[in-house]
């Protein structure tokens, strides 16, 4: 592994634990075990490490969407499609999903607009998914933002609940159960959305 992904790793995992402000560099070069020059050789300030964090993982996300374009599918398990990649990308690296919600939280404080072009190449490909659906009339001209939200915010809301010890969403035998987790929210939003949006 390369010092600059070796670096963006363990970030990751520091930011994800203890957030943007909890994280001094001083910790970061202790967990990496290498001397402070080197981090700062690869990323400027701590901000700037933080920033590529967050659009390294956004860039391996879309990376994951593009590949659903690949094969031939119907509408429906196209959309599907794009739901399963949003999931795998938590499967490859949960840290997004406390990272993405602590941004949330903070309305964005710790990032700009450098994170923007991701965003709307992620509601691109959305724009993609559901121009081939027959949708409903009256979700024919529906906001794809609100529509994105409503995804990112169930899939990653969900899967924290099921990922704390906090006393709720403990049927299914999904608590704690990262996998059946991820399988469980996919299946669950893409058939209610389904259902909701397009004509049958």
Known sequence: MKTSEK???VAADEFARIGYDGLSMNSL????EINKATVYYHFKDKKA???EVIKHEMKK???NVK???KENKDPENLFKSYINAHILSIKKNPNIVQIALREIANFGADVDEEIIPYIEEDINFLKLVLDDLNLKEKYKQMNLFSIFSLIQGTIKTFYAIQM???PIGLEEGLKKDSEKSL???AEFISNILLDAIVEK
């Open 164 to 166: 704390s010890d906090l």
């Open 67 to 69: 590949t659903i374009f």
């Open 61 to 63: 996300n879309n990376d």
């Open 49 to 51: 490490l933080y920033k």
């Open 183 to 185: 399988n469980h929210i």
């Open 29 to 32: 070069v202790e967990k990496l």
């Open 7 to 9: 670096i963006l790793k």
